[in-house]
């Protein structure tokens, strides 16, 4: 079982910056964000690969968002830049024990963190 702690989350006015960090107890093959806002479903962020760091993005984050991580620290980031209202939600790490790090659903993930909330103002 792999633990999962995200850190990192607040408030920021929109244009701004947010760095958020996930932090795993053991070793996975592909770790993801996700993020729900209120009412909406669970949407796919970013994944990376701990092996060669190969990165996935959404559309609706690319050239916004950077994933990245640190093996020797078992944690992967999220740096967050030229946020946006509509970026607000809860955003959640989670991990995959194998497979493509194009892992764009939920269901392909095995382990998730409980969250964190990122609140953007206009």
């Known amino acids: 079982q792999v633990q999962l702690v995200e850190l990192g989350g607040g408030l920021v006015q929109a244009g701004g910056s947010l760095r958020l960090s996930c932090t795993a107890s053991g070793r996975t093959y592909v770790m993801g964000w996700f993020r729900q806002a209120p009412g909406k479903e669970r949407e796919f962020v970013a994944s990376?690969?701990?092996?060669?760091?190969?990165?996935f993005y959404a559309d609706s984050v690319k050239g916004r968002f950077t994933i990245s991580r640190d093996n020797t620290k078992n944690t992967v980031y999220l740096q967050m830049d030229s946020l946006k209202p509509e970026d607000t939600a809860v955003y959640y790490c989670a991990a995959k024990s194998g497979g493509s790090h194009y892992a764009n659903a939920p269901r392909l993930y095995d382990y998730w963190g409980h969250g964190t909330q990122v609140t953007v103002s206009s």
């Open positions: 990376i690969r701990w092996s060669g760091g190969q990165t």
